[in-house]
């Protein structure tokens, strides 16, 4: 369900983009499912769908110039951790080279990531230390119930859409919980 809002999120903000990049690490084995799920949302959406594969950090420059000598219109960055610890140059590289593109976490925005939903870390990181204070005060793992993430935030980077010459649509710029002008 997650790749479809990011994906239908980025059909609204973009409505004239065809060509859409997914990058994605096939190396985790989870990320096949994942990459089924985004595939079939792209289909209903009218996205042209092309995978890059990425392995390595060295692999990362060479799938950004795939994608721009591919002429993608837009990018969707399939959620892994392996992303994360370079999640500025990924936002660098998509910036450079024109590439209007979603994120699906809260780490992203302030690097200058035109859009991002997911998430919001800093309140699952305080939900964290609750569960931590609880075992440190003698519960049983076993009682403690799992949560899913229960705040979500929808960023828009107004800064880097107007580096991109986009126009984004009032839509979009009304329902985030943040702008980064």
Known sequence: MHAHCLLWVLREALPRASRLGILSNLANPLQS???????????TLKWQLRTYDVRTQGDLAGAFAAMQKDRMDAMFLMPDAWFFPHREEIVALARRHRLPAIYGNSAFPDLGALLTYGANLDDMSDRAATYVDKLLKGAKPADLLVELPAKFDFVVNAKTARELGLTLPQSILLRATRVIE
Do not use: C, H, V
């Not at 499912?33 to 289909?43: G, I, K, V």
């Open 33 to 43: 499912d994942y990459l089924r799920t985004a595939q079939e949302s792209a289909r």
